[in-house]
């Protein structure tokens, strides 16, 4: 059965309802963790700047799965006051196995497929449409690209001591260049303690609270860039935002 406006209106209200909520109860946590310097962050009021005035994308390397929710919390509680500044994320479609997409909403989640199966070419040809719907919109995103695993990968592209997987897909890319999107690299560094095995977010937790030789993690923004001219070269831009994510930035 499809639903009336007034049943859209008010499953809007209470998914943005249940976003406020959950930013809250996780940012509050978080701000403690970074008090007590177990997460750190550089570049974050060059971030917040940014992400007041929306349309930002965050791309990030993914020692584990703790950073899809971290980051986010970063910008607590000026999420709270302007919703644009809790990003919607772009996780795998067997992340959340059970959730309804309505689950994904309040979660301001767009799903995507790491595969190569005609169900994730259809599930992708569909988020990135809604991605740039939401860029429209001024909304930001935080994503993690297939293939950017911060492990030892045959593939791997390294600067220094920093190193990740080659990025094997950038259609995401495509869709901030064509909504003339922020693109904003953040490297995400753990303790070989904290990444080791990849663990999953229950694990990264646990880890990360109980265990004194996985602090700190830490959250590097760099500097935002757009993609310029009239036609998108994926691989050339996909190597561009490999380096920018794992160059550590010269102080001024």
């Known amino acids: 059965m499809q639903r009336g406006p007034k049943d859209r209106l008010v499953s809007l209200l209470s998914g943005l309802a249940i976003a406020v909520l959950l930013g809250t109860l996780l940012g509050l946590p978080f701000w403690l963790l970074g008090l007590f310097r177990v997460i750190r962050v550089s570049g974050y009021w060059r971030a917040v700047g940014y992400m007041r ?16 929710f971290l980051i986010p919390l970063v910008f ?21 196995k059970g959730f309804t997409p309505e689950h994904h909403e309040w ?10 199966t005609l169900e994730s070419r259809k599930l992708n040809w569909s988020a990135m449409r809604r991605v740039m719907e939401h860029f429209e ?5 935080v994503a993690h690209l297939e293939g950017g695993r911060t492990s030892k990968q045959p593939d791997h592209v390294s600067v220094g001591q920093n190193r990740m997987g080659r990025i094997k897909n950038g259609q995401v890319l495509k869709a901030a260049w064509k909504k003339g999107a922020w693109i904003m690299p953040l490297h995400v560094s753990m303790t070989n303690e904290m990444s080791q095995g990849l663990p999953g977010f229950g694990e990264s937790l646990r880890r990360l609270l109980l265990s004194p030789k996985c602090r700190p993690v830490r959250l590097e923004f760099r500097r935002p860039y757009k993609i310029a001219g009239q036609k998108f070269d994926e ?8 380096l920018a994510i794992l160059t550590p930035e010269v102080p001024a």
Do not use: Y
Not at 61 to 66: A, I, R
Not at 76 to 96: C, T, Y
């Open 76 to 96: 607590w509680p000026w999420a709270m006051f302007r919703l644009r500044m809790f990003p919607w994320s772009l996780p795998d479609k067997n992340l959340f």
């Open 53 to 68: 005035r929306g349309r930002v994308l965050i791309v990030a390397n993914h020692p584990s799965l703790v950073e899809t």
């Open 235 to 242: 691989e050339a831009e996909k190597r561009r935002l490999e």
């Open 137 to 141: 919109r001024q909304q930001c995103f």
């Open 107 to 116: 979660l301001r989640c767009i799903r995507v497929g790491r595969d190569d």
